[in-house]
């Protein structure tokens, strides 16, 4: 009688045991250009490339031009080149070049090179997460001049939104000279929908002593329009309102109302060399302080050197027609050359 329940217990944990196995297994299906079929999981379609997940080779990284056709059971979130947004299960079309969209809505047939992005719903917080760390320095033994740059990124998306946490540091360092800092930190939010249009909301703490402010927080929000949503390029404009305090170096606190006007590019490039390309200036005109200009730019080039590992050299420019303090520099602007890591 002592065995009877253990072995009772096992009669019913064989089924799950041994159902267990196919339940883990992958069983999405590419097929590549070649004819080649590849079984894993599929991910997500980003920047250019498919993220597809298998047992034997790890996570492939698949040029989207390099695909025929998809078959995945998951639901997924489909968007194509002109903004449209799908929902449902992925099969084959009738066609090479084509995917089939099985939706609560009903199916959709889509040409696969007019598919800009895709994300699997239901991902965990870990399989959505994605971003970048990248640290440089550098010292001119003749001035003693030190410098160390460092910039992070984290982006989380989900169904029609996403989340990105910013950050970027320079420190500059030389006996007899004063210590220059400059940092910032952004929390922005953007809601994607129909058409390329999107909301966007922004949190940012900045520190520029060049610019003669200890502190400045700015809250802004507006809207604007990917003009150009290709596989490989991103244009974006978009305009609205900003409100910002600051904590001059020498003199009083003030809040400024401000418009503003956003330009975001992005080119990727995944044939070889690996490269990215991207600029961010945004531009401000004060209803507060009237005559007041500001501008703010960064571009980047990114080459990969090994996989998930670049090098990348940065601009920015920072332009204040009339700083926070007053004889306070109108122009900071560096270059910097970095190594990074990105997931």
């Given at each position: 009688?002592?065995?009877?329940?253990?072995?009772?217990?096992?009669?019913?944990?064989?089924?799950?045991?041994?159902?267990?196995?196919?339940?883990?297994?992958?069983?999405?299906?590419?097929?590549?250009?070649?004819?080649?079929?590849?079984?894993?999981?599929?991910?997500?379609?980003?920047?250019?490339?498919?993220?597809?997940?298998?047992?034997?080779?790890?996570?492939?990284?698949?040029?989207?031009?390099?695909?025929?056709?998809?078959?995945?059971?998951?639901?997924?979130?489909?968007?194509?080149?002109?903004?449209?947004?799908?929902?449902?299960?992925?099969?084959?079309?009738?066609?090479?070049?084509?995917?089939r969209v099985v939706g609560p809505d009903g199916a959709y047939v889509l040409e696969l090179k007019r598919i800009g992005r895709l994300l699997r719903l239901g991902a965990t917080f870990w399989q959505r997460l994605d971003g970048s760390?990248?640290?440089?320095?550098?010292?001119?033994?003749?001035?003693?001049?030190?410098?160390?740059?460092?910039?992070?990124?984290?982006?989380?998306?989900?169904?029609?939104?996403?989340?990105?946490?910013?950050?970027?540091?320079?420190?500059?360092?030389?006996?007899?000279?004063?210590?220059?800092?400059?940092?910032?930190?952004?929390?922005?939010?953007?809601?994607?929908?129909?058409?390329?249009?999107?909301?966007?909301?922004?949190?940012?703490?900045?520190?520029?002593?060049?610019?003669?402010?200890?502190?400045?927080?700015?809250?802004?929000?507006?809207?604007?329009?990917?003009?150009?949503?290709?596989?490989?390029?991103?244009?974006?404009?978009?305009?609205?309102?900003?409100?910002?305090?600051?904590?001059?170096?020498?003199?009083?606190?003030?809040?400024?109302?401000?418009?503003?006007?956003?330009?975001?590019?992005?080119?990727?490039?995944?044939?070889?060399?690996?490269?990215?390309?991207?600029?961010?200036?945004?531009?401000?005109?004060?209803?507060?302080?009237?005559?007041?200009?500001?501008?703010?730019?960064?571009?980047?080039?990114?080459?990969?050197?090994?996989?998930?590992?670049?090098?990348?050299?940065?601009?920015?420019?920072?332009?204040?027609?009339?700083?926070?303090?007053?004889?306070?520099?109108?122009?900071?602007?560096?270059?910097?050359?970095?190594?990074?890591?990105?997931?």
């Amino acid at each position: 009688m002592r065995w009877k329940a253990p072995a009772a217990a096992l009669a019913c944990l064989g089924p799950l045991l041994a159902a267990s196995p196919a339940l883990a297994a992958k069983t999405d299906v590419v097929v590549l250009s070649n004819g080649d079929h590849v079984t894993g999981e599929v991910k997500q379609l980003e920047r250019g490339r498919l993220t597809f997940k298998t047992d034997d080779m790890g996570t492939l990284a698949i040029e989207w031009d390099n695909i025929r056709s998809i078959a995945a059971g998951a639901p997924f979130e489909i968007y194509d080149l002109d903004g449209r947004r799908y929902v449902g299960s992925l099969e084959p079309g009738s066609v090479a070049g084509e995917l089939r969209v099985v939706g609560p809505d009903g199916a959709y047939v889509l040409e696969l090179k007019r598919i800009g992005r895709l994300l699997r719903l239901g991902a965990t917080f870990w399989q959505r997460l994605d971003g970048s760390l990248s640290l440089g320095a550098s010292y001119a033994s003749a001035s003693e001049l030190f410098k160390l740059d460092f910039a992070a990124t984290f982006g989380l998306d989900s169904a029609g939104h996403r989340v990105a946490l910013s950050a970027s540091s320079t420190l500059s360092s030389q006996p007899g000279v004063e210590e220059t800092r400059r940092n910032d930190l952004a929390l922005t939010y953007e809601r994607r929908f129909q058409n390329r249009w999107v909301a966007l909301l922004q949190g940012q703490v900045e520190q520029n002593r060049e610019l003669g402010f200890d502190l400045r927080t700015s809250a802004s929000g507006g809207g604007g329009r990917y003009l150009v949503q290709t596989q490989r390029d991103r244009l974006l404009v978009g305009a609205g309102f900003s409100v910002n305090r600051e904590w001059p170096v020498a003199g009083d606190q003030a809040t400024n109302v401000e418009a503003t006007l956003l330009l975001r590019y992005d080119r990727f490039s995944y044939d070889f060399p690996h490269v990215d390309i991207s600029l961010v200036a945004a531009g401000f005109t004060s209803l507060t302080d009237g005559g007041r200009h500001r501008l703010e730019a960064d571009a980047q080039l990114k080459r990969e050197v090994v996989k998930d590992f670049y090098i990348t050299l940065r601009g920015y420019e920072s332009y204040d027609s009339r700083p926070a303090t007053e004889g306070a520099k109108t122009n900071d602007y560096g270059f910097s050359f970095a190594l990074g890591w990105s997931f």
